[in-house]
């Protein structure tokens, strides 16, 4: 599970940088709409492949952890990547595991264990040092990034508390289905330029396998991970995908910033640590 975990970070990381180039030439509401949709076609050939039958839950689940995790996340996320730069949103996106621990507190009651807390400590320094100890560097960029991880975050705590793990295939296609229509619905009421005539075929094919494809991978490989080791330690593990969103920020030829660079390294530390003494525990407590 802990090598599937690293691949997802490795397509969610990568996933950030071409939604990045898309957004140049699509909006936000219909690039949304066409990622969820191209890894709705994904799941529904995999349970083609493996004879799944889909069994639509009737407690509205589905349809809440879209809302949560897919609609508002990413309208939120989407709107946030074209304000701030490619190794800000890796900054931002380290946060994650944070903010499960305190959604699980708040929410759940579950305890938080000292090296947790040492964890996020760390991670509240790095955010600090990224932005130099100056808030008046924060913006709109920076709060809908973290708002999108707050909505995100709270949507798999939901799944993980009221899912089985036997529904993996069938209750990812239902609420990346609910997602789908509510992005869709939110793109006919509010319609926007799009320039999709200058897209290249090559950021076509990328998008399709990172962010279609990929987006489907992501889902099954967390979805499977929360059930086998909790939300909280699946997040700490996908936080090496900011890692590679910031090489690849790099790759790409955006400025070289120390203070990023010692931020993304203490953000590395802050997971460690959060996995030094309860990596290898089966379910979070």
Same mark, same amino acid.
Request: with cysteine; charged share 15%.
């Given at each position: 599970m802990y090598v599937w975990l690293i691949f997802a970070s490795f397509l969610w990381g990568t996933n950030v940088l071409v939604m990045r180039y898309m957004l140049e030439y699509m909006s936000t509401y219909d690039l949304a709409t066409l990622k969820v949709f191209l890894s709705i076609v994904a799941i529904f050939l995999v349970m083609k492949y493996k004879k799944?039958?889909?069994?639509?839950?009737?407690?509205?689940?589905?349809?809440?952890?879209?809302?949560f995790s897919i609609t508002i996340n990413f309208i939120l996320t989407f709107e946030g990547l074209n304000l701030i730069s490619g190794s800000a949103n890796a900054i931002m996106n380290s946060l994650a595991p944070l903010v499960t621990i305190l959604l699980a507190l708040l929410i759940y009651k579950n305890k938080i264990v000292k090296n947790q807390l040492?964890?996020?400590?760390?991670?509240?320094?790095?955010f600090f040092v990224s932005i130099d100890f100056k808030l008046n560097q924060l913006s709109w960029g920076h709060l809908m990034l973290l708002g999108g991880i707050v909505?995100?975050? %709270?949507? &798999?705590?939901?799944?993980?508390?009221?899912?089985? !793990?036997?529904?993996? +295939?069938?209750?990812?296609?239902e609420y990346l289905s609910y997602g789908f229509i509510q992005l869709l619905l939110i793109s006919l009421f509010f319609p926007q330029h799009n320039d999709i005539e200058n897209i290249s075929l090559m950021l076509w094919l990328v998008f399709i396998?990172?962010?279609?494809?990929?987006?489907?991978?992501?889902?099954?490989? %967390?979805? &499977?991970?929360?059930?086998?080791?909790?939300?909280? !330690?699946?997040?700490? +593990?996908?936080g090496l995908n900011p890692i590679f969103t910031y090489l690849g920020s790099l790759l790409l030829q955006e400025e070289f910033?120390?203070?990023?660079?010692?931020?993304?390294?203490?953000?590395?530390i802050a997971m460690l640590i959060a996995n030094k003494h309860n990596l290898f525990v089966k379910k979070d407590s």
């Open positions: 799944v039958k889909f069994k639509r839950r009737h407690d509205f689940l589905g349809f809440k952890v879209a809302l040492l964890a996020m400590m760390i991670a509240f320094v790095a909505f995100y975050s %709270y949507g &798999n705590l939901l799944m993980q508390h009221n899912c089985k !793990k036997e529904e993996n +295939l069938s209750f990812t296609l396998l990172f962010s279609g494809i990929g987006f489907a991978i992501i889902q099954l490989i %967390y979805f &499977n991970a929360v059930h086998e080791i909790g939300s909280i !330690k699946t997040s700490f +593990l996908l910033a120390f203070n990023k660079m010692l931020a993304m390294i203490l953000m590395v």
